[in-house]
């Protein structure tokens, strides 16, 4: 006679591509004795443990991903396969309850479908995600990546294309970390030099010392003159940074050229401070959207008046926000060095006068927990997203969504085919 362990998951709802189950609940039940049992004292004994009436059952042994091995649990028949397949499992096994009525089966047949074309348009994303990708590694703003708008200062920016034009800079940069080739990065000086004492600025001939990719997580914090091999390595840092002390860090500045960090916790405020800057920053963007592809068009060649009247804008709204980060004084201005392929911590006031916030799953985005589990993602595909999330609130101290999960398991896996594995797996 064998007694068998399940893993009843409930409460929840499967969603597709790839199909899982989503927000429920699990109850582990041991030493479950099937012998002699049918279909129908089955599924009255398993109502018996869960509270909502599931609509019906499926299964999937313990481990393998569920679009792979999902099976009806509906008659007689699938009962007996059931128990065949839990036998073969080290008597474990997985039952998963259908409360709304959905045909799984057939979600998963769509799920099949389209997962080329998914794949495709992950593809699709990551070529043009070539700058992006650096920006939106880790973004503490929001917790839906995509309504994240960044303003973006590109190949085909005239104000840039301006700037190329005196033969100083270049505005081109098909990578991220281009060679340098002889060239120049971009060097922009931080918005508020003048303002800011001589201490909290790097000071020019000095050599400083560079990001050591091995710091452990929990070791990272931003020092001035800092480098580092681009803004993404300086970002995850910050990210690591600020989970590990419930920082609220936001970016009011972020591209490919320069990054300005401030600390958005504000007490009496909650996360309103950064909210209400992201907002400001948000119109400010949009606003100019519409006048940057007229510009590119109509009169690339020079700077337009609708330009200059942008830029001019959007420091104001600048200088309005940072006026606004009253409670803590954290800020971070970096960009790259003209001397050398090495993005640079330029200024830097370190003390924060802000406490720690435990809620802090928008500080993180999936790009970042794809970096913390890539390694134990890529050595088990089958890691569930509730273990990652569980993980993560148990290691960092942050809750984080289980779609956010799901998303750094797809870059992680994506990632590991792609050959960019060492990428991820380094940290
Ligand atoms: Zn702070």
């Known amino acids: 006679m064998v007694n068998f362990t399940i893993n009843l998951y409930h409460h929840g709802f499967f969603v597709g591509n790839p199909l899982h189950y989503m927000d429920g609940d699990l109850r582990v039940v041991h030493n479950v004795n099937f012998e002699g049992v049918i279909y129908s004292e089955f599924c009255h004994n398993l109502r018996k443990l869960v509270v909502m009436a599931p609509v019906s059952y499926y299964y999937v042994k313990s481990g393998v991903p569920m679009n792979l091995g999902l099976k009806p649990l509906k008659t007689d028949e699938d009962l007996e396969a059931f128990k065949k397949a839990a036998q073969e499992n080290n008597s474990k096994i997985d039952i998963y309850c259908e409360h709304s009525g959905y045909n799984v089966l057939e979600m998963l047949k769509n799920d099949n479908l389209v997962n080329e074309e998914d794949e495709q348009d992950f593809s699709d994303n990551e070529n043009q995600d070539t700058l992006d990708d650096v920006k939106d590694l880790v973004d503490f703003q929001t917790e839906d990546d995509s309504d994240v708008v960044i303003p973006k200062i590109t190949t085909n920016d005239p104000w840039l294309n301006k700037l190329v034009g005196l033969g100083k800079f270049i505005g081109h940069m098909d990578d991220p970390i281009p060679p340098l080739n002889g060239r120049f990065m971009v060097e922009i000086d931080d918005p508020e030099e003048d303002e800011i004492d001589t201490q909290?600025?790097?000071?020019?001939?000095?050599?400083?010392?560079?990001?050591?990719?091995?710091?452990?997580?929990?070791?990272?914090?931003?020092?001035?003159?800092?480098?580092?091999?681009?803004?993404?390595?300086?970002?995850?840092?910050?990210?690591?940074?600020?989970?590990?002390?419930?920082?609220?860090?936001?970016?009011?500045?972020?591209?490919?050229h320069k990054l300005l960090v401030l600390c958005a916790r504000?007490?009496?405020?909650?996360?309103?401070?950064?909210?209400?800057?992201?907002?400001?920053?948000?119109?400010?963007?949009?606003?100019?959207?519409?006048?940057?592809?007229?510009?590119?068009?109509?009169?690339?060649?020079?700077?337009?008046?609708?330009?200059?009247?942008?830029?001019?804008?959007?420091?104001?709204?600048?200088?309005?926000?940072?006026?606004?980060?009253?409670?803590?004084?954290?800020?971070?201005?970096?960009?790259?060095?003209?001397?050398?392929?090495?993005?640079?911590?330029?200024?830097?006031?370190?003390?924060?006068?802000?406490?720690?916030?435990?809620?802090?799953?928008?500080?993180?985005?999936?790009?970042?927990?794809?970096?913390?589990?890539?390694?134990?993602?890529?050595?088990?595909?089958?890691?569930?997203?509730?273990?990652?999330?569980?993980?993560?609130?148990?290691?960092?101290?942050?809750?984080?969504?289980?779609?956010?999960?799901?998303?750094?398991?797809?870059?992680?896996?994506?990632?590991?085919?792609?050959?960019?594995?060492?990428?991820?797996?380094?940290?």
Not at 208 to 229: M, Q, V
Not at 231 to 240: E, G, I
């Open 200 to 256: 909290y600025k790097v000071k020019k001939g000095v050599q400083y010392p560079a990001f050591d990719p091995e710091t452990p997580w929990n070791s990272c914090k931003p020092i001035l003159g800092l480098r580092f091999e681009s803004p993404a390595q300086l970002k995850q840092c910050l990210a690591n940074y600020g989970v590990t002390h419930g920082y609220q860090l936001w970016y009011l500045q972020n591209d490919s």
């Open 266 to 427: 504000d007490v009496s405020e909650g996360r309103c401070a950064g909210k209400r800057g992201k907002k400001d920053n948000e119109s400010a963007t949009c606003s100019t959207k519409g006048q940057g592809s007229k510009d590119c068009k109509g009169e690339s060649s020079k700077i337009s008046k609708a330009t200059k009247e942008r830029w001019d804008k959007k420091k104001e709204e600048e200088k309005k926000n940072v006026a606004n980060q009253k409670d803590c004084k954290f800020r971070l201005w970096a960009s790259w060095m003209s001397t050398e392929r090495s993005f640079q911590i330029k200024t830097l006031y370190a003390d924060h006068k802000c406490s720690r916030n435990y809620n802090l799953g928008s500080l993180v985005t999936y790009k970042w927990i794809a970096h913390h589990y890539a390694r134990e993602i890529i050595d088990n595909p089958w890691l569930t997203y509730r273990y990652m999330q569980n993980s993560i609130r148990e290691k960092f101290k942050i809750d984080v969504s289980l779609g956010q999960c799901k998303r750094a398991k797809q870059v992680a896996l994506f990632d590991h085919e792609g050959g960019l594995v060492d990428h991820y797996s380094r940290l």
